[in-house]
């Protein structure tokens, strides 16, 4: 018999692999992916995760790792990422601290803003793939993460839920008529609505892949967090993207400023979460009422509440960090609330890491706020 030639054993190949799913065909992940209906009948590949999971995953204590910009000058290595993973009491005992961590960038630090109003030009694709690949570098961030969250559990065993983890989406800016390309190969314009909501469920299908690349053990991606902070520009195509993450059961969240263009409409945007920012603490102009006024709107609009602190509260601002504590457990959001904790860079690292008593007094307290607002 003639032996086949190559190019005859690959057609052969194919005809051989016609009509068969990922499953069917060797090496095709069939441990990892699997068919699912789509929209309009379209075949979706779903993660192993994704389909065994039935609904939105919840989480109440949230903080925000700022990183992917070059003026960021820490690292998120796991000496750094520690202090927010558990904490030790004065009695030496250890206790799991934040359930969910939101990692962000506003801009890349070379000119390019992942929102607008940040610098003047905007982000384009590879800008934003540069930013997803950077949050899934092996020994720092997600990778640091995991492996801080596997020794503590060998330490003092497992939290009640893994670890929680949601990313920055950045925001197709109208601007740019030349973001790059997907599927069909067709630059895409961010004047169209269209190309701009396909750009967003490229980044968010870009996410899902790198995350089930790397396998995390002690991790889950629970959902994306819309970076612009007002909804002006963009409340044509949110209520699409939160559709299309809520069909993966993968989170939509906000964290609007106070008083912020659309804050009070989050629902009908198609957010899942939406934390209100008082923006008390970085003004000391801006008197103590303005907490009690942002805890009476979340609660009016069935909002959540953001936590702000940074630097400051270890040079002399530590009290504007206390008045956030104490009206938030005066005004019933302490326990019925999720929060959000925006602690500038590494805040939260440099109290953990203090040696002035009153600072670490400080450090001890806000700890406590966290661990004791909820089970863990």
């Given at each position: 018999?003639?032996?086949?030639?190559?190019p005859?054993?690959?057609?052969?190949l194919?005809?051989?692999?016609?009509?068969?799913?990922?499953e069917?065909?060797?090496?095709?992940?069939?441990?990892?992916?699997?068919?699912?209906?789509?929209?309009?009948?379209?075949?979706?590949?779903?993660?192993?995760?994704e389909?065994?999971?039935?609904?939105?995953?919840?989480?109440?204590?949230?903080?925000?790792?700022?990183?992917?910009g070059?003026?960021?000058?820490?690292?998120?290595?796991e000496?750094?990422?520690?202090?927010?993973?558990?904490?030790?009491?004065?009695?030496?005992?250890?206790?799991?601290l934040?359930?969910?961590?939101?990692?962000?960038?506003?801009?890349?630090?070379?000119?390019?803003?992942?929102?607008?109003?940040?610098?003047?030009?905007?982000?384009?694709?590879?800008d934003?793939?540069?930013?997803?690949?950077?949050?899934?570098?092996?020994?720092?961030?997600?990778?640091?993460?995991?492996?801080?969250?596997?020794?503590?559990?060998?330490?003092?065993g497992?939290?009640g839920?893994?670890?929680?983890?949601?990313?920055?989406?950045?925001?197709?800016?109208?601007?740019?008529?030349?973001?790059?390309?997907?599927?069909?190969?067709?630059?895409?314009?961010?004047?169209?609505?269209?190309?701009?909501?396909?750009?967003?469920?490229?980044?968010?299908?870009?996410?899902?892949?790198?995350?089930?690349?790397?396998?995390?053990?002690?991790?889950?991606?629970a959902?994306?967090?819309?970076?612009?902070?007002?909804?002006?520009?963009?409340?044509?195509?949110?209520?699409?993207?939160?559709?299309?993450?809520?069909?993966?059961?993968?989170?939509?969240?906000?964290?609007?400023?106070?008083?912020?263009?659309?804050?009070?409409?989050?629902?009908?945007?198609?957010?899942?979460?939406?934390?209100l920012?008082?923006n008390?603490?970085?003004?000391?102009?801006?008197?103590?009422?303005?907490?009690?006024?942002?805890?009476?709107?979340?609660?009016?609009?069935?909002?959540?509440?953001?936590?702000?602190?940074?630097?400051?509260?270890?040079?002399?601002?530590?009290?504007?960090?206390?008045?956030?504590?104490?009206?938030?457990?005066e005004?019933?959001?302490w326990?019925?609330?999720?929060?959000?904790?925006?602690?500038?860079?590494?805040?939260?690292?440099q109290?953990?890491?203090?040696?002035?008593?009153?600072?670490?007094?400080?450090?001890?307290q806000?700890?406590k706020?966290?661990?004791?607002?909820?089970?863990h």
């Open positions: 018999m003639k032996k086949l030639t190559i005859l054993l690959l057609i052969a194919l005809f051989a692999c016609a009509g068969k799913t990922i069917d065909i060797p090496n095709g992940n069939k441990k990892d992916k699997e068919e699912s209906g789509g929209d309009g009948g379209k075949k979706e590949l779903l993660y192993k995760w389909k065994e999971r039935t609904s939105l995953l919840d989480y109440h204590n949230m903080v925000l790792i700022y990183s992917g070059s003026h960021r000058k820490y690292k998120w290595d000496e750094t990422i520690q202090p927010y993973v558990t904490y030790t009491d004065e009695s030496g005992t250890e206790h799991w934040f359930d969910s961590f939101l990692f962000l960038e506003i801009h890349d630090g070379a000119g390019k803003m992942f929102a607008k109003g940040y610098t003047s030009q905007p982000a384009n694709q590879r934003w793939k540069n930013l997803v690949d950077h949050y899934f570098e092996s020994r720092t961030c997600l990778g640091a993460l995991n492996r801080v969250v596997g020794a503590a559990i060998k330490r003092i497992e939290p839920t893994k670890r929680r983890v949601v990313i920055g989406l950045p925001e197709p800016i109208s601007d740019l008529k030349d973001w790059g390309t997907v599927s069909d190969r067709v630059m895409l314009d961010f004047s169209n609505t269209t190309h701009r909501l396909e750009a967003c469920k490229w980044y968010i299908d870009y996410v899902r892949s790198r995350f089930n690349e790397m396998n995390y053990m002690n991790l889950e991606l959902g994306f967090y819309w970076i612009a902070e007002h909804a002006a520009d963009t409340r044509s195509i949110m209520k699409e993207i939160g559709a299309y993450l809520n069909e993966l059961n993968y989170t939509f969240n906000w964290i609007p400023y106070f008083k912020s263009y659309g804050y009070s409409d989050w629902k009908k945007f198609g957010f899942n979460y939406a934390y920012q008082p008390y603490f970085f003004q000391e102009t801006i008197p103590y009422s303005r907490l009690t006024d942002a805890c009476y709107l979340a609660i009016a609009y069935g909002m959540d509440m953001e936590m702000e602190f940074d630097e400051r509260a270890l040079l002399g601002w530590g009290y504007r960090l206390k008045d956030y504590m104490k009206a938030f457990k005004n019933g959001i326990q019925n609330k999720r929060l959000a904790y925006y602690q500038g860079g590494t805040a939260l690292y109290l953990a890491q203090t040696r002035d008593p009153e600072l670490k007094e400080l450090y001890h806000f700890c706020f966290v661990v004791e607002s909820v089970q």
